[in-house]
């Protein structure tokens, strides 16, 4: 039997495995983090008609001679994945996630885990973030004060309905603005703001300024009892307006504690400092002529919270954003390195796993060790070239078709050995 034919035969077979793979690759064109492949080729065993000769002596006058080789055909050496970076698209939706650089997302799918470049993430009922085939993404928790380990076991990344923020304390109030200088001896301006005791209760405070003297204010701060409503007087200090200072400030500079009682909350004997700003600051309490601007500007307590919204940076911390206007860290998103990405196995649904020749996963924070960052709300496209996929596509029509002619052929010839007889 011809040679030609079995080579035909098995250039028929792979040139067939080539419009698969295109196929494929077409077929997936919108799909999310798909990464094209490509067939390579390579020539099977030659069978050997003639072997080398060894060159003669210079005197026998004869030279060597090549082999002479006659090839069985072809045969696939390998289908590559290309893991070039995909174009991203903006959809809007915060649990879409995009790799920019190298990396998987890691994903727990039973009891295996496994790798994806496909950001579509969900919540669950559990709270959990899940890609579309229910595949839970991992990573790391925070603790109750926000810190997150890297260096721990990666988990199941959630973000549980109800999920709240401690209340926090008042320590610290700023007050700021302009005393009018003009004003009229005994004239009182009151600022107020809200402050959280212990329990996070709010606690309406006043500050009330009144004008003793030239240049020469006090200040009383006063919380309402609990039980009465009525003022309770918790803390008192004198200001004096230097206006020969550079530049012009309260001298000495203003020193307020509240110490808060029992009676107007659950404070702990603990006190709250006031601050009205070094004389440079633009916000610092100041003595002018004109309006009075007398406010309070900031306070650094907080009630119980509750989760509202949140973020994912680059760096794949995901950042809760609570009712009381705090945000805190809830966890960080997960992504595995390999040393050879194309070297992990396929498993559908766009998941990969990771094979004897891909490395182990290098699990680690985005942005570091070689891996890329996260980008939100958008998702990596699929990054098939279709111009290039309908050239490979004519080229493998072509390779087909040639090799169908030589079977053609080689068959021609075995007819007429046939017909040698009549």
């Given at each position: 039997?011809?040679?030609?034919?079995?080579?035909?035969?098995?250039?028929?077979?792979?040139?067939?495995?080539?419009?698969?793979?295109?196929?494929?690759?077409?077929?997936?064109?919108?799909?999310?983090?798909?990464?094209?492949?490509?067939?390579?080729?390579?020539?099977?065993?030659?069978?050997?008609?003639?072997?080398?000769?060894?060159?003669?002596?210079a005197a026998d006058g004869v030279g060597g001679t090549n082999p002479a080789q006659v090839g069985l055909g072809v045969k696939i050496a390998g289908i590559t994945n290309n893991f070039a970076q995909g174009a991203s698209q903006l959809t809007?939706?915060?649990?879409?996630?995009?790799?920019?650089?190298?990396?998987?997302?890691?994903?727990?799918?039973?009891?295996?885990?496994?790798?994806?470049?496909?950001?579509?993430?969900?919540?669950?009922?559990?709270?959990?973030?899940?890609?579309?085939?229910?595949?839970?993404?991992?990573?790391?928790?925070?603790?109750?004060?926000?810190?997150?380990?890297?260096?721990?076991?990666?988990?199941?990344?959630?973000?549980?309905?109800?999920?709240?923020?401690?209340?926090?304390?008042?320590?610290?109030?700023?007050?700021?603005?302009?005393?009018?200088?003009?004003?009229?001896?005994?004239?009182?301006?009151?600022?107020?703001?809200?402050?959280y005791d212990v329990q996070g209760a709010p606690i309406d405070t006043k500050f009330t300024f009144a004008k003793t003297g030239p240049d020469a204010w006090t200040v009383t701060a006063t919380m309402p009892d609990q039980a009465t409503q009525?003022?309770?007087?918790?803390?008192?200090?004198?200001?004096?307006?230097?206006?020969?200072?550079?530049?012009?400030?309260?001298?000495?500079?203003?020193?307020?504690?509240?110490?808060?009682?029992?009676?107007?909350?659950?404070?702990?004997?603990?006190?709250?400092?006031?601050?009205?700003?070094?004389?440079?600051?633009?916000?610092?309490?100041?003595?002018?002529?004109?309006?009075?601007?007398?406010?309070?500007?900031?306070?650094?307590?907080?009630?119980?919270?509750?989760?509202?919204?949140?973020?994912?940076?680059?760096?794949?911390?995901?950042?809760?954003?609570?009712?009381?206007?705090?945000?805190?860290?809830?966890?960080?998103?997960?992504?595995?390195?390999?040393?050879?990405?194309?070297?992990?196995?396929?498993?559908?649904?766009?998941?990969?796993?990771?094979?004897?020749?891909?490395?182990?996963?290098?699990?680690?924070?985005?942005?570091?060790?070689?891996?890329?960052?996260?980008?939100?709300?958008?998702?990596?496209?699929?990054?098939?070239?279709?111009?290039?996929?309908?050239?490979?596509?004519?080229?493998?029509?072509?390779?087909?078709?040639?090799?169908?002619?030589?079977?053609?052929?080689?068959?021609?010839?075995?007819?007429?050995?046939?017909?040698?007889?009549?």
């Open positions: 039997m011809l040679r030609s034919m079995f080579s035909g035969v098995s250039g028929l077979r792979s040139h067939q495995t080539m419009m698969d793979v295109i196929g494929n690759n077409i077929a997936n064109v919108n799909t999310v983090g798909y990464k094209s492949a490509s067939v390579v080729f390579q020539d099977l065993l030659s069978q050997t008609i003639r072997g080398a000769g060894v060159p003669g002596q809007g939706r915060s649990t879409d996630l995009s790799i920019q650089g190298d990396g998987f997302f890691v994903v727990r799918e039973g009891g295996q885990q496994l790798y994806t470049r496909a950001g579509s993430l969900n919540f669950d009922a559990l709270g959990r973030l899940t890609t579309a085939d229910g595949s839970v993404l991992q990573g790391w928790a925070a603790d109750a004060n926000g810190v997150i380990n890297p260096n721990a076991a990666v988990g199941d990344v959630s973000m549980p309905l109800g999920q709240s923020t401690a209340p926090t304390k008042t320590g610290n109030v700023k007050v700021g603005g302009n005393l009018p200088s003009d004003a009229a001896v005994g004239t009182q301006i009151v600022t107020s703001l809200t402050v009525a003022p309770v007087t918790v803390g008192t200090a004198n200001l004096t307006w230097d206006p020969n200072a550079t530049p012009p400030a309260f001298n000495p500079a203003a020193a307020l504690t509240l110490t808060p009682t029992a009676a107007t909350g659950s404070w702990s004997g603990s006190t709250i400092a006031v601050d009205f700003g070094p004389s440079g600051d633009a916000q610092a309490l100041r003595q002018f002529a004109g309006q009075s601007s007398v406010a309070a500007l900031s306070q650094d307590g907080a009630a119980l919270g509750t989760l509202q919204s949140f973020t994912i940076g680059q760096d794949g911390v995901v950042t809760g954003v609570f009712s009381n206007g705090r945000t805190r860290s809830i966890g960080q998103i997960a992504l595995a390195g390999f040393s050879n990405a194309s070297g992990l196995e396929k498993t559908g649904s766009s998941l990969y796993r990771a094979s004897v020749n891909s490395g182990l996963a290098q699990i680690g924070q985005a942005g570091s060790g070689g891996r890329g960052t996260l980008s939100g709300s958008t998702l990596e496209m699929s990054n098939v070239d279709l111009a290039q996929e309908f050239t490979n596509l004519i080229i493998a029509q072509r390779g087909f078709q040639a090799n169908s002619r030589v079977i053609t052929a080689s068959d021609e010839l075995l007819q007429d050995l046939v017909n040698l007889k009549r």
